[in-house]
């Protein structure tokens, strides 16, 4: 596939993800926000904290290193090792679902039966959910690979509005299930998921489509594990970069949910207060989900088919290395923009955020400094996605497994900095905690992309330097909003509200203008990028 096609779907692939991804969410958005005021923030912290951290880590072991591993390199491979592979998903989530499952049980704090029942059957649930979403990861590896761009949204989507559907009606009819209805939830929720895949390819195996596309599977029971006579079971080199990755995966892993580590094993805040901070964290992380991730997967797919894995510059085609460099800095660019949009206009409309979505519960106490400072995080959420998105899409397994000790210091400095800033400033010391560690990560990134282009003309790194007077914007746009937050927010009436929204609406409108006449070379690459289909489709 030449790397332009490769570009262009990758690029629907992203804004397909990003748009539609916001359709739905918007739908759970108002479904969760309704169910908040019929639970407790106890509830809310055992589900969205101890059990969903179970769930994640389960899959997140499981799947993570194959599906890295599985996408590198051309989609012209021998699939029938790559699926064996792939299956071996599904007995390593077994073993951790079991391994883990007896720790939640036994080893850490049961919450009290009376505010918090079933938790048992909650950890048995959760725990089986993984197991069965990890039955649908070949065909999730398949449509990735090769592109389709609306079955993965679609499919995660439906599942995610059913689940919140059924537990709005179970927690209006049943509130006194407890975590009853978040386990039956959950379980619809990766059957929903799985289920969509399965028909999808059993729809579309064997069709006049998939034999134009030269599909490289053509039944169902390709998908199934299949001994190959006289060969491998797998493909010992994708097996051995799994294994790579795998290492990393668990480093990763800690990193990325070090906080729900820490408070699951230390103790160091009560399921209430843990509730509050997941609460807010899931608000905070709306436009990471909505736009980063969609980004990130999508793109990590583009690298890793433009530029070949483990070689440096100069061996690479230079028409692609042009592309994959042009494309960097303008991915970069964006997200940079996006992040600091967010950490600027956040600062001065979290407190009005919180009360508009839960109420007091959320906008008194702690909640509108948390989403303070997780508007901040999402900035360095925002670079790492797109700087680490190429960087493990280009190194080799050597530079895998010397990253892997990186990370593992990383880890264990993370996770000292996690508890000694929550002693000193409360469930706000894991964001602060979360900066710092996205900040190394970011600087390591960075490191590799520097050296990888020095030999070359091209410094995509430029992405990260916006335009002075853009700056000058954000800076301006900073300060009226934080005075007018004094002036008008929060408990001064809607007629004040609306106030300090009118002139965040006007800050905001003065910084898309900036953009378009600041950063023109961006505005064109989103436009014929990300936009045109979208334009084609209205003309």
């Known amino acids: 596939m030449a790397s332009q096609d ?42 969205n904290v101890r059990l969903t951290l179970l769930y994640s880590t389960v899959v997140f072991l499981a799947r993570e290193a194959f599906r890295r591993a599985c996408l590198s390199g051309s989609t012209k491979r021998n699939w029938t090792k790559t699926i064996n592979l792939l299956w071996l998903t599904f007995p390593l989530g077994v073993f951790w679902s079991i391994f883990l499952g007896l720790v939640w049980l036994h080893l850490l704090e049961v919450p009290d039966p009376s505010v918090v029942p079933h938790y048992q059957a909650g950890v048995v649930a959760f725990g089986l959910s993984a197991i069965i979403e990890l039955l649908g990861e070949p065909f999730w590896v398949l449509a990735q690979a090769h592109l389709f761009v609306r079955l993965k949204v679609i499919a995660e989507s439906l599942s995610v509005v059913s689940k919140c559907i059924l537990t709005v009606i179970l927690v209006v009819l049943y509130p006194q299930w407890g975590l009853y209805i978040f386990s039956l939830a959950q379980l619809f929720y990766v059957s929903v998921l799985v289920m969509c895949y399965v028909i999808y390819f059993m729809m579309f195996l064997g069709s006049p489509e998939a034999t134009k596309k030269s599909f490289p599977v053509a ?15 797998v493909n010992w080199k994708e097996a051995w970069l799994t294994w790579s990755f795998f290492k990393q995966s668990f480093l990763k892993q800690i990193l990325t949910e070090g906080e729900r580590y820490v408070m ?20 905070g992380s709306l436009v990471a989900r909505f736009i980063f991730l969609p980004i990130e997967e999508s793109f990590y797919v583009f690298f890793a088919k433009v530029l070949e894995r ?89 530079e895998v497994d010397r990253y892997n000790f990186v990370m593992l210091a990383l880890s264990f400095t993370f996770l000292c ?28 990134s960075i490191h590799y992309i520097y050296d990888y282009f020095k030999e070359s003309t091209y410094r995509p790194l430029t992405g990260l330097l916006p335009s002075p007077f853009l ?22 009436g809607w007629m004040a509200r609306l106030i300090h929204i009118s002139m965040g609406a006007l800050c905001f409108a003065a910084t898309i203008v900036t953009m378009f006449c600041t950063e023109t070379k961006l505005i064109h690459f989103v436009r014929s990028q990300f936009l045109s289909r979208y334009m084609k489709k209205g003309t």
């Open 310 to 398: 483990g070689k440096n510059v100069k061996d690479q085609k230079q028409d692609d290395v042009a592309m994959a460099a042009n494309v960097l800095e303008l991915l970069l660019k964006l997200v940079l923009l996006i992040g600091l949009t967010i950490t600027v206009f956040g600062y001065a409309y979290s407190q009005l955020a919180l009360d508009i979505y839960g109420g007091s519960m959320l906008s008194a106490g702690t909640g509108p400094d948390l989403l303070r400072c997780y508007s901040l995080y999402v900035l360095f959420l925002a670079i790492n996605g797109v700087t680490e998105c190429f960087t493990f899409a280009l190194m080799c397994k050597e």
């Open 6 to 47: 490769v570009l262009s779907q990758t690029t629907r692939l992203a804004s397909s993800s990003a748009l539609l991804q916001v359709l739905f969410r918007v739908v759970t958005f108002g479904l969760n926000a309704f169910t908040l005021r019929y639970l407790s923030r106890e509830l809310i912290g055992v589900v």
């Open 417 to 444: 900095i996690s508890y000694f800033l929550t002693h000193w400033h409360g469930s706000i010391g894991f964001i602060l905690a979360n900066c710092f560690n996205m900040g190394i990560r970011i600087a390591h």
């Open 264 to 283: 699951t094993f230390l103790n160091v805040l009560n399921f209430g207060d843990q509730g509050v901070y997941d609460i807010v964290n899931n608000l």
């Open 219 to 233: 039944r169902m029971k390709a998908l199934l594990p299949n001994l190959v006579e006289d060969e491998t079971f």
């Open 471 to 492: 700056v000058l914007v954000y800076i301006l746009s900073g300060v009226i909003t934080g005075f007018s937050e004094v002036v008008f927010c929060c408990d001064k």
